[in-house]
């Protein structure tokens, strides 16, 4: 379970979207996992994305591809927690 940033900030990507190995060989494409949920973040200014993906926390910092209808879109993989990563803001 990982989060997800992609690389255009204020691209939204679909729920169920899929995470694919190659950026366009033909179908079918070798899945390594799927989006589960995917929100715009105010407090961020950013999408954010949260994924089931395979060897997922080993993959912190690399970029992967998600297949869409038209397009691929990269996005970052990153810690499932987006905002106050240190936990000063629910102490505070």
């Known amino acids: 379970f990982v989060g997800l940033l992609t690389e255009d900030p204020e691209t939204v990507v679909p ?3 899929q995470i694919v190995s190659e950026v366009w060989p033909k ?11 995917s929100y715009w973040s105010a407090a961020l200014g950013h999408s954010i994305a949260m994924a089931l993906l395979e060897r997922g926390h080993a993959r912190h910092g690399e970029m992967v591809n998600i ?8 996005a970052k ?4 927690q987006f905002y106050d990563l240190e936990g000063e803001k629910i102490r505070a």
């Open 77 to 80: 993989v990153t810690a499932p």
């Open 67 to 74: 297949s869409l209808q038209n397009r691929m879109v990269r």
């Open 27 to 37: 179908p079918p494409m070798p899945m390594e996992g799927h989006v589960t949920s």
């Open 15 to 17: 729920e169920g979207a």
